[in-house]
């Protein structure tokens, strides 16, 4: 085999569900695909998707949806960076123009600066239909750059992509502004069914998520993020449905907040940077494919519809993988005897 060629490496891929989902765009029971060696996590977030068809469902609520790609510009001075900018933004609609021109799907909807010396940074952020949009704003992007160094000749190109964006690193500032797809989802569990299904009370996991997933994580220095372990569900969801797995970087910064209510466990997980689509590159792939239309993500909807419906799916997934995860850890030793029992050969 020459090192040009083309094949695939097999991942061990299996069903976890139904999870039962509630919400605007989902309001049914799924079962998802999920790519991955860490064994556990089938049946641990199985384990979820039970305790979901038992409480009245994972609520998800899509709050938010860009992409975004930064641009560097040089001016003489932050003067003159400012005084750009304020141009610039006052032509919003001629901008919008520019970026309808690249796409049938790409539509400006927001636009935000950071000025460092006299460098001005420009932050395009985008709707993108039922793509992940990488590509899409990036395309966008480069031609708002050049229509910005023809109008203002006084500025001179730096880079397509400065960091503001962020793409595939650890940042706030796509938690703050948004990037990808923004989705909280969240159950109520009564004090019965934590003992039953999860053999743990609403106070063990407030008092969990407390001394774990926010004073631990500050204590590391996490960065816009409280939770055990959001990436491990993400990336098994992100392989199966043909994702760029790399963006489960910015994806797992997202937080667990846990509240005790009457007799019962409110348990959400937020997660703002979710960057999925259902058509794109990677989808290309004959299992993926499958896999897609399984899980209702082919069919004919308005644009957009079939990646809020994923965007939607993966944070459910990522609610049962969590919510199990973090019961376990309420009991001494349940997490190594539930890994060495299936791990271990």
Known sequence: MTTSAFYFTPMPTKWV?????????????????????????????????????????????????????????????????????????????????????????????????????????????????????????????????????????????????????????????????????????????????????????????????????????????SLRSANAHFANMLLAFYLATGQDAANIIEGSQGIVHCELRQDALYFSCTLPNLILGSVGNGKDNEVVERHLEKIGCRAERAPGDNARRLAVLCAATVLCGELSLMAAQTNPGELIKAHVLLERK
């Open 17 to 221: 569900g139904p999870i039962e989902i509630t919400g605007e765009v989902v309001k049914e029971s799924v079962s998802v695909p999920l790519a991955t060696y860490e064994t556990p996590l089938w049946p641990s977030t199985g384990r979820g998707a039970r305790v979901s068809r038992h409480c009245g469902g994972v609520r998800c609520t899509v709050v938010d949806e860009r992409m975004s790609r930064s641009v560097v510009v040089r001016a003489q001075s932050a003067a003159s960076a400012k005084q750009a900018y304020d141009a610039i933004v006052g032509r919003f609609n001629e901008l919008a123009a520019v970026v309808g021109q690249t796409s049938r799907f790409a539509q400006l909807i927001g636009l935000n600066r950071q000025i460092v010396g006299n460098l001005l940074y420009l932050r395009f952020e985008c709707s993108t239909g039922d793509a992940s949009g990488h590509n899409m704003v990036t395309k966008a992007a480069d031609a708002l750059l050049t229509w910005i160094l023809q109008e203002y000749p006084a500025l001179s190109y730096s880079t397509i992509s400065g960091n503001y964006c962020t793409d595939k690193k650890t940042s706030a500032v796509n938690g703050i502004l948004g990037r990808g797809k923004y989705v909280v989802a969240e159950v109520e569990i009564s004090r019965a069914l934590c003992k039953r299904m999860l053999r743990t009370t609403p106070e063990l996991m407030v008092q969990l998520n407390v001394e774990k997933n926010l004073l631990g994580g500050v204590i590391a220095g």
